[in-house]
């Protein structure tokens, strides 16, 4: 969650938005062969072309889904298996799914730094395309270490805009470039016209509580600590980001699902007041894998009734 300056990744996704079935894809793949990304028949194997398989492999990596394991290889991750396994949502056919893969990138700043950055540090409600190029380019400027070419740091803001908006219906739209990103369904954002977009703040009471409480309690875990000021959770700095600022919320709509949560977890979480402030307070251990295992029981438990 913290940004480190000189661990970050721009440029790795071969310009193509994460795409509904590819994390499916990616998962059997490597369940088989957990070196399956460094063989010559990759492309075979996974049915898409070359520039898709690094594509893939990076949007594995960088949706926290699956970790670098020993000779290039990867591993898979507790996370990802519980989420997106079997067991899971592997297909994403659940929008829960869809909003926790949102909260997985924007939390990893050093595998999706532009996903990290627009949702943590760009606050505008209405902006241009050229805007969000310059922005990012002036955080970079600012906070990172390595050197990053104008035009690498111009196409990962192109492509954070478009994953994240639906398209809109174009006859000379290359098909390629009109299949959407699942994370264009969670409407964070929205396209006005050609040059203008637009990511208001709002309650997100379409946000599933198990989802929210996951974010909550990778938060505590993260800094270590058995109490959280309404502040923290509603706003992200460099040193941890917050479940307001990632899923775009408004301090009341945050409020709400804070109530709702302490509400699911009596005795484990309570709000309250020290010297003026509202907190969030940690009464008993809150693990964010076992939140998981308890949301997808619980969808599963939907689904055969």
Not at 156 to 180: I, Q
Not at 286 to 300: G, S
Request: net charge neutral.
């Amino acid at each position: 969650m913290e940004l480190n300056g000189s661990t970050v990744s721009f440029g790795r996704h071969e310009s193509f938005p994460l795409r509904f079935g590819w994390i499916a894809k990616g998962l059997d793949a490597l369940r088989k062969d957990l070196g399956i990304f460094t063989r010559e028949d990759a492309t075979v194997t996974l049915g898409v072309g070359k520039n898709m398989v690094s594509s893939i492999r990076y949007w594995l990596q960088a949706a926290q889904v699956v970790s670098r394991g020993g000779r290039n290889s990867l591993e898979l991750r507790s996370t990802g298996e519980v989420a997106f396994g079997d067991a899971g949502d592997p297909y994403l056919e659940d929008e829960g799914t869809i909003w926790l893969l949102h909260w997985l990138l924007a939390t990893n700043p050093a595998m999706a730094t532009s996903i990290y950055w627009f949702f943590n540090h760009f606050h505008k409600v209405e902006f241009t395309t050229a805007e969000v190029v310059a922005a990012l380019n002036d955080f970079v400027r600012q906070n990172i270490s390595t050197r990053t070419a104008a035009a690498t740091l111009k196409n990962d803001a192109n492509l954070v805009l478009r994953m994240y908006s639906r398209t809109k219906a174009n006859a000379r739209l290359p098909l390629e470039d009109a299949l959407d990103s699942p994370l264009a369904t969670l409407s964070l954002q929205e396209r006005l016209d050609t040059r203008t977009w637009r990511a208001s703040p709002m309650d997100r009471d379409e946000l599933p509580l198990g989802i929210f409480a996951f974010a909550v309690a990778e938060l505590f875990g993260y800094v270590s600590a058995n109490q959280l000021a309404v502040e923290q959770l509603m706003y992200s700095d460099k040193k941890h980001c917050a479940p307001g600022a990632v899923f775009r919320m408004t301090e009341d709509g945050l409020v709400c699902k804070l109530e709702a949560l302490c509400s699911a977890f009596p005795g484990t979480l309570r709000m309250g007041r020290t010297a003026g402030v509202y907190q969030v307070y940690k009464l008993e251990e809150l693990e964010p894998l076992e939140i998981l295992k308890d949301y997808y029981a619980r969808r599963h438990g939907q689904l055969a009734a």
